[in-house]
């Protein structure tokens, strides 16, 4: 696996648009912009680029399979051209997979080349594959950022200060450890440079080798660390602003928290509304945290300075009740998004340039709401991809239960509707509600095990219109989640008896009385046996 790393600037900013090159070979069709960012001395800089390098190839796919894209036409490509090679060939490589198709669940997403022939690009599907890729899907090959891109010798004295005595080092590149289980991981290297070149502190000092090749993935950051003297100094950043949407996989653990350390490719701020980070794709949901850095801050071995969870809306740490969802992240900052532990596998989190107009309107959360008597209303979410949510509670005699869509702006709605699941009744009472940027739905007559889908036609902020279709599995007494309700939800319920309703438990006052007890443990004994179809 190839290392990560990226960059935070807010100083300036400038676009231009350079002249249109043929699809089939255009290496500059995206704007082009620089950013500046001050990495003091005495202290760490937490560092992400908001750009990418100028891509080399941009065509469309004829077939995917396996590991192998073939490309359509004759790209005229020679044998491994885009495999690294010392001294012949510095530049290392990827695709990044653009639109195509009806549904291209793998837009945004990005993959290192491994090799290539005449028209072919390997790919490396070690923690992803190409299924959904479809003929005419657009693909981008760009090389990867370096170290001796980033900062290159003649930048010496200006970017950053070469080490004159190792191991006293006056710049220092950190980068984390990005596999690494659980949180606040070590850095997994150490450069340094000295004699013309960016050295590997594990390296040793006996001759060691030039490793400004060294690539750098464009979804991570690094620490820029200025002491021994070294003052502070302009890092300025030069590269092709990314038109397209970005897909940044977050790994969760099945115990414990899992951080992933990522950055948008972005060069302008952000809002945390805007990000693409919500409960609607499981790529945020309640429980995890977004972390922050202070760059202005000089200080080594930093901490966070804000942490971000999402509860019914962008809550800030030192602020829990107030909406944060306009807060903005600075273009090129360093981010670690902190994931609850979770049995699913890696949830792809993909970010859209907020400077291009959109295309579709999707809500930042969908959630089932009921009312814990005495304790409190609490939402489970109910996604529009990944695994689909699943409503435990119960919704009464009558099958009633209440779904609220949250959106980042205030929206219209022209109408909506309910379908039932497989061998399912589910109807609506009363017309939606809409108010501000909340659209709630009361549904009534709601039979147990079932998916069924809430339909809302005509949804828009102004600028965009979307029709939406969020599926919804009703399984009273699935207290885990797992599609079916055994002695596994017997026992989480009588194991939890007598605990206070919080938000860490609520789905197992499964009766709504705002109370964990024998009459929870009873009533899903009741639904023992039933499941999902």
């Not at 940044?248 to 490719?265: C, E, R, S, T």
């Not at 939402?379 to 695994?387: H, K, S, T, V």
């Not at 039979?447 to 919804?472: E, F, H, K, M, Y």
């Not at 026992?491 to 197992?508: E, P, W």
Request: proline share 8%.
């Amino acid at each position: 696996m190839v290392p990560k790393f990226l960059i935070p600037f807010g100083v300036a900013l400038c676009l231009h648009s350079p002249s249109l090159a043929p699809a089939q070979t255009s290496p500059t069709t995206d704007p082009v912009g620089f950013t500046t960012t001050s990495c003091l001395a005495r202290s760490d800089t937490y560092v992400s680029i908001p750009f990418t390098r100028p891509s080399e190839f941009i065509g469309t796919v004829q077939s995917a399979g396996g590991n192998v894209l073939t490309i359509n036409g004759a790209p005229g490509w020679s044998n491994n051209q885009f495999v690294y090679a010392p001294i012949s060939q510095s530049k290392h490589y990827y695709v990044l997979i653009g639109n195509g198709g009806t549904t291209n669940p793998k837009e945004g997403h990005i993959y290192q080349i491994t090799g290539n022939g005449p028209n072919t690009l390997l790919i490396d599907a070690t923690s992803d594959n190409l299924t959904g890729i479809v003929a005419s899907t657009q693909v981008t090959v760009i090389p990867y950022w370096t170290l001796a891109t980033i900062f290159p010798a003649s930048d010496a004295g200006v970017s950053f200060t070469p080490t004159s005595s190792p191991p006293t080092y006056q710049t220092l590149l950190r980068l984390p450890n990005y596999s690494a289980p659980g949180i606040n991981q070590p850095y997994a290297a150490e450069y340094y440079f000295n004699g013309a070149a960016w050295r590997l502190v594990s390296d040793g000092f006996n001759n060691p080798p030039d490793h400004g090749d060294d690539p750098l993935l464009p979804d991570g950051y690094f620490v820029v660390r200025n002491a021994n003297g070294a003052p502070t100094r302009l890092l300025r950043a030069v590269g092709s602003v990314l038109m397209k949407k970005m897909a940044v996989p977050l790994f969760a653990a099945p115990a414990g928290k899992q951080d992933n350390l990522v950055a948008m490719i972005r060069p302008l701020g952000v809002s945390l509304d805007a990000t693409g980070l919500a409960p609607i794709d499981n790529s945020f949901v309640q429980n995890d945290q977004l972390l922050l850095f202070n760059n202005a801050q000089r200080q080594l071995n930093k901490h966070p300075y804000k942490i971000y969870t999402y509860n019914d809306g962008w809550r800030l740490s030192t602020d829990p009740t107030g909406d944060h969802g306009k807060d903005v992240i600075p273009a090129g900052s360093a981010m670690i998004v902190r994931k609850a532990a979770t049995p699913d596998g890696p949830i792809f989190w993909t970010n859209s340039p907020a400077y291009v107009t959109a295309t579709s309107l999707l809500p930042l959360q969908a959630a089932s709401r009921k009312t814990h008597s005495g304790a409190g209303t609490f939402d489970i979410n109910m996604p529009i991809a990944g695994a689909k949510g699943i409503e435990p509670r119960t919704g009464g005699s009558s099958g009633n239960h209440q779904i609220m869509f949250t959106f980042a702006n205030n929206v219209s709605l022209l109408g909506a509707s309910v379908t039932p699941g497989e061998s399912g009744v589910a109807g609506l009472a009363g017309p939606p509600i809409v108010n501000g940027n909340r659209i709630t739905l009361n549904l009534t007559g709601v039979t147990n095990r079932q998916v069924l889908t809430v339909n809302l036609t005509g949804v828009s902020d102004g600028l965009v219109s979307s029709d939406l279709a969020i599926p919804i599995g009703i399984l009273a007494g699935d207290t885990n989640v797992d599609h079916l309700v055994n002695a596994r939800d017997v026992g989480r319920t009588k194991t939890a008896s007598g605990r206070v309703v919080s938000r860490t438990n609520f789905t197992i006052d499964v009766n709504l009385d705002g109370q964990i007890n024998v009459d929870d443990t009873n009533l899903v004994k009741s639904f023992l046996g039933t499941s999902l179809p």
